[in-house]
């Protein structure tokens, strides 16, 4: 055996090299095909039952109105489910308002165009009900609506964010996010204390059609490796005079066979959330009322009135940007051209806003015989619960748009064309009558019910008379009270200002004037003297005190005259010289006594007059004075008196001052 030289040991040959090489780089293929083969096995594509064992479906509001999933659900320390449980969300919504839903599906880890065509299969639902609060005194249950039901389409076109597989120990998912638009629309039932609930669903169709691939489904008539029917023509197949051609007629075209339905596919549920409560809150209420313009010649053109209330169930800015009326074949001119009635209007809770517009029909050559139209009413509020340049603002928009209908027919009679003296008016009859139709054309349903925002009834057009001015007293009283609270059981006084205003005459009349003129004037530059009388308030008694103690001669009869003589004497000769048959029944009827005396109620006033006689004056015309009344307060609250009565001592008149201050007494 011969030994390799030395030299030759170090160099090696170079076949040995290229050997070396070669297992070298086989080793190097097989590490390489190991790991595809570990990351195919990883991302393999999985079945129908996996994907619905392991998926999940959740829905969230977010707080931000301009919400990114891909930037929100960004892996945070390799997990999205964890940036998404970080998601602010929604505590609260308002009607009116389009709030974006959006919906997440947690599926496990594929490659996107597995994943895809997976999510192609999915049917994705969302309901949303507006439910009322269970009232404590009612056992049926609260009252429900539904406001906004929506199907997704084209559920494969998701945003897709995955797990990192770096930083991710356990499963890896991938998670499809849509985003649902829902309008939160205002329901026709009654609400009280509403909320809104959000309710998701998810289903996998699990058929024969959806296995199949989509190309073989829609190329021709028949599909691949399904067998053919039977050839009728197959016997002249063997004819030497059709050269070789081998004719075909399927049984099926020559048969009357039924054709078979292809079975549905299955719907499979996907677990996921049950539901999604919020409290939901109307920001604002609006009313429109209309009226038309006393003017000469009459015309067709109307005012309307829009009122716009703000609710106090906001704590936040809300700025009305828009508000648009427009008629069909007619004209709006604004009447709010004033610097604090431009918009937007920055407005609060509790606010109140009035709007006056002038409503035309366009001008014809030819007028039309039906003139009644259709006003549409759009308004825009823009609510800042966080306001632009803090994290994550919220500016939810409502938007209000609703048509009711108007008539530019002009009254019959308006007032006959002069406004010095009232219209004729019959009895029990409006003061303007209507062409619009005759009574065989009117409806049996009530106009505030058929058209709630239109023209008032015919009733509301009869105005009460006015009610008759009440007499000059010619005294006027000031009343001003402590300026803080009082105590109970402490003395504290109102200061009283009163002001004769009664002028005498700078010319006295003659001697031979009427006596009721001499009178009059003597009236007028006497001086006068008043007095002012504490009328504390009224306690409403309950109805054991209101009840009077009776006595019934015929529930309690008296004994036989022949059993006691003495008794029926003295019964009939009392009975004959009094005067009240009631209050000596009671008398005698001691449980009707002793009934009444447990039920009475003491009768306790709230302020305690300590000046019981004030008077002032005399007073010549054009002077005052200044008094006080004296009060003691004996129970804690908000008390105050029901009137103060001003008597005139010269000639005995009177009038009652009801607007007195009001005293918080604390203890």
């Not at 009326?325 to 009447?335: I, P, Y």
């Not at 009413?377 to 048509?403: F, S």
């Not at 004030?614 to 008390?639: D, H, I, K, T, Y």
Request: proline residues 11%.
């Amino acid at each position: 055996m011969a030994v390799p030289d030395p030299v030759d040991a170090a160099n090696p040959a170079p076949d040995v090299a290229e050997a070396a090489a070669a297992a070298a780089t086989a080793a190097a293929t097989a590490t390489t095909t190991a790991a595809a083969t570990a990351t195919t096995i990883t991302a393999a594509p999985y079945s129908a039952e996996e994907f619905l064992q392991n998926a999940y479906l959740t829905y969230i509001v977010p707080f931000a109105t301009r919400f990114d999933p891909r930037e929100a659900f960004r892996p945070a320390s390799g997990s999205v489910e964890s940036s998404i449980s970080a998601v602010e969300q929604r505590d609260q919504l308002f009607f009116d308002e389009t709030v974006d839903v959006y919906l997440i599906l947690r599926a496990p880890y594929a490659h996107e165009p597995v994943l895809r065509a997976h999510l192609r299969r999915l049917v994705l639902t969302l309901d949303t009900h507006i439910i009322n609060s269970p009232a404590a005194d009612r056992e049926t249950p609260p009252a429900s609506e539904i406001v906004h039901d929506a199907i997704v389409e084209n559920p494969e076109d998701a945003v897709v964010v995955a797990d990192d597989a770096a930083a991710n120990d356990g499963p890896r998912y991938a998670y499809a996010v849509w985003k649902v638009p829902v309008f939160l629309a205002r329901p026709r039932m009654r609400l009280h204390l509403p909320t809104a609930v959000f309710s998701g669903a998810a289903s996998l169709r699990v058929g024969s059609e959806s296995t199949e691939p989509a190309n073989a489904r829609q190329a021709g008539y028949m599909q691949s490796c399904v067998p053919s029917t039977m050839n009728l023509l197959e016997s002249f197949a063997a004819d030497p005079l059709l050269g070789g051609v081998v004719p075909r007629l399927s049984a099926q075209r020559v048969a009357k066979v039924a054709p078979l339905t292809k079975p549905k596919d299955e719907l499979r549920r996907i677990s996921g959330r049950e539901s999604l409560r919020l409290s939901i809150y109307p920001v604002l209420h609006t009313r429109v009322r209309f009226s038309r313009p006393n003017t000469v010649p009459p015309s067709a053109s109307m005012i309307a009135v829009l009122e716009i209330d703000f609710t106090p169930y906001f704590d936040c800015e809300a700025a009305l940007d828009k508000l648009a009326l427009s008629v069909a074949d007619g004209t709006v001119e604004d009447l709010n051209a004033q610097d604090g009635m431009r918009l937007p209007l920055s407005c609060v809770a509790h606010d109140h806003l009035t709007f006056l517009y002038r409503l035309a029909p366009q001008k014809r050559d030819v007028a039309p015989k039906n003139l009644t139209r259709e006003l549409v009413i759009a308004i825009e509020v823009l609510i800042l619960v966080r306001p632009e340049g803090e994290p994550n603002p919220c500016t939810p928009r409502l938007v209000m748009t609703w048509p009711t209908s108007i008539d530019f027919t002009p009254p019959v009679n308006p007032g006959f064309g002069q406004l010095k003296s009232a219209p004729i008016q019959r009895s029990h009859r409006p003061s303007q009558l209507s062409i619009g139709g005759g009574v065989l054309s009117q409806p049996l349903v009530s106009p505030s019910v058929m058209r709630p925002d239109a023209l008032p009834a015919l009733e509301a057009a009869t105005a009460p008379p006015p009610a008759p001015p009440l007499p000059d007293f010619g005294i006027t009283v000031t009343f001003t009270g402590p300026p803080g609270p009082v105590s109970v059981g402490d003395e504290f006084a109102w200061s009283v200002f009163v002001v004769n205003r009664s002028k005498a005459d700078a010319i006295p009349p003659p001697p031979s004037a009427p006596a009721s003129v001499l009178a009059q004037h003597a009236a007028a530059t006497a001086a006068r003297k008043l007095m002012l009388i504490p009328i504390p308030r009224r306690r409403l008694l309950a109805r054991s005190d209101m009840r009077t103690a009776r006595f019934s001669m015929a529930s309690h009869p008296s004994p036989h005259p022949a059993a006691n003589p003495g008794a029926a004497a003295a019964s009939s000769s009392f009975s004959s010289g009094r005067n009240d048959a009631l209050v000596a029944a009671a008398v005698l009827d001691e449980p009707e006594v002793h009934a009444a005396q447990r039920a009475a109620a003491p009768d306790c006033p709230d302020l305690v007059c300590l000046s019981a006689d004030v008077r002032v004056g005399p007073l010549a015309p054009g002077a005052c004075a200044v008094v006080e009344l004296r009060f003691v307060a004996l129970r804690e609250g908000v008390v105050g008196l029901e009137a103060v009565r001003v008597l005139d001592l010269g000639s005995q008149e009177h009038v009652d001052v009801r607007e007195l201050p009001l005293v918080v007494v604390k203890a």
